[in-house]
């Protein structure tokens, strides 16, 4: 019955079907053959995951994050990054990896950073004479790094699934998003000194430029600096925190920044409730089928299988990693969390494998994938805006590939990289 879901799901998602209902529809089998359960606990499940206190933290943070995007932050950002990188060669790539590490605080998606970027810096590299690969590629695989900052809602999400402490996980994902913009800056320094693009400023910047445009950044920079002393503390939860950061965003908008009208407020409801409601959907209607694959005993196939091949910890956790970076080329992060989380969480916690770790590198592998061909979403969106061939952009990002890989495999072999902070923070 789980392979006649499968083929059923991949069959929906070629004609077109939004996702949500394709995962409903894969589910249909193993509760329609009186194998498993009656489909009265598959509307169980869908109505019950509505009920979650912890999942409450999606809608909040997408809110705040589209609140703190109309506010002007944004830009304030650019200009911030700009005087602390502009300087280097590449400069204008530089900023666009800088950035991202600064917006994850804000927008807490990948996808839409690219966008964001695509929009803001994109043309402006092209202009200067970045080819067209070279834009795509930074401005695609530094959005990575968004996924890793609080409040990051693949981890959040993840969180959820796997029953694992959304507090730690967004705490662990900072040094790894630390890594990952140095290894990205380093590697666009060489890349821009070997191509021969110019920084986006001649001269180093001066104090004064750097405290004028660390005071225009102010509010937004100590947003995630909050969410870090409010966890540490026990002052707040994930959702709580996600419920403080609509009022903070309001405030900054109206009252600091002054750039949020009522016209704004209204534009960002009805954004919010789009993004709201496609996060949302795919989260209530992946909960059958979750159940399906767990009560067919799918993790403990899957183990078997490891043990059939006698894996031992560290080659099966580097065994999924790479199922999962096939996994991200073909599908979209968070659903790829929710359906593959019940899958592979049981195998490897046995093993002895922190959740805590295992999180933070699914939901970076995952968002990576998006940047992938066959159908990497963030790919597509970045080419599109950036008018970027598919292929130009594959051959001209593979060594941001490369580079993210060795990344992953330093976090992978050095859990501390991960686990320190958050086990530092919250005991």
């Known amino acids: 019955m789980i392979l006649l879901g499968v083929a059923l799901f991949l069959l929906a998602v070629a004609i077109g079907l939004p996702i949500a209902f394709s995962l409903l529809l894969a589910a249909v089998p193993a509760f329609l053959s009186g194998e498993y359960l009656p489909v009265s606990i598959a509307v169980q499940k869908l109505v019950g995951v509505t009920q979650i206190y912890s999942l409450l933290a999606v809608p909040f943070f997408v809110f705040a994050g589209n609140i703190m995007a109309a506010s002007g932050i944004a830009t304030r950002l650019v200009n911030f990054s700009n005087v602390l990188v502009g300087w280097m060669a590449g400069g204008l790539a530089q900023v666009s990896v800088v950035l991202s590490l600064l917006m994850g605080g804000i927008s807490g998606s990948a996808v839409a950073d690219a966008a964001m970027q695509s929009r803001l810096l994109g043309p402006a590299m092209i202009d200067e004479g970045y080819s067209k690969g070279f834009a795509a590629g930074v401005v695609a695989y530094s959005s990575i790094i968004t996924s890793t900052i609080p409040p990051s809602i693949g981890l959040i999400v993840f969180g959820f699934i796997a029953n694992v402490s959304i507090g730690k996980l967004l705490l662990a994902g900072i040094v790894p998003g630390i890594i990952l913009t140095a290894a990205l800056m380093i590697y666009t320094f060489l890349a821009a000194r070997h191509h021969g693009y110019a920084a986006a400023r001649e001269t180093l910047p001066?104090?004064?430029?750097?405290?004028?445009?660390?005071?225009?950044?102010?509010?937004?920079?100590?947003?995630?600096?909050?969410?870090?002393?409010?966890?540490?503390?026990?002052?707040?939860?994930?959702?709580?925190?996600?419920?403080?950061?609509?009022?903070?965003?309001?405030?900054?908008?109206?009252?600091?920044?002054?750039?949020?009208?009522?016209?704004?407020?209204?534009?960002?409801?009805?954004?919010?409730?789009?993004?709201?409601?496609?996060?949302?959907?795919?989260?209530?209607?992946?909960?059958?089928?979750?159940?399906?694959?767990?009560?067919?005993?799918?993790?403990?196939?899957?183990?078997?299988?490891?043990?059939?091949?006698?894996?031992?910890?560290?080659?099966?956790?580097?065994?999924?990693?790479?199922?999962?970076?096939?996994?991200?080329?073909?599908?979209?992060?968070?659903?790829?969390?929710?359906?593959?989380?019940?899958?592979?969480?049981?195998?490897?916690?046995?093993?002895?494998?922190d959740p805590v770790q295992f999180g933070v590198l699914m939901v970076v592998i995952l968002t990576m994938g998006s940047n992938t061909p066959p159908f990497g979403v963030t790919m597509f969106t970045v080419c599109g805006m950036l008018k970027c061939g598919i292929w130009q952009y594959a051959r001209e990002s593979l060594p941001f590939l490369l580079v993210m890989l060795s990344v992953f495999l330093l976090l992978a072999l050095v859990p501390e990289l991960i686990l320190w902070l958050p086990n530092s923070v919250i005991h």
Not at 236 to 242: C, F, L, P, S
Not at 271 to 293: Q, R, Y
Not at 336 to 346: E, S, W, Y
């Open 206 to 353: 001066t104090r004064h430029e750097v405290w004028t445009a660390f005071q225009s950044a102010f509010w937004a920079l100590l947003f995630p600096v909050l969410l870090l002393v409010g966890f540490r503390f026990g002052f707040v939860t994930a959702t709580e925190a996600g419920a403080c950061a609509i009022f903070y965003s309001l405030f900054v908008g109206v009252a600091i920044h002054r750039e949020l009208t009522w016209k704004t407020i209204g534009e960002v409801i009805s954004k919010s409730l789009g993004d709201i409601g496609m996060i949302m959907l795919i989260i209530i209607m992946v909960a059958p089928l979750s159940h399906a694959i767990v009560l067919a005993n799918a993790p403990q196939a899957i183990e078997g299988l490891f043990n059939a091949i006698s894996a031992g910890p560290t080659a099966t956790l580097l065994l999924v990693l790479a199922f999962l970076v096939l996994a991200g080329a073909f599908m979209e992060a968070t659903v790829n969390v929710l359906l593959l989380t019940p899958l592979f969480m049981p195998i490897l916690v046995a093993q002895g494998l």
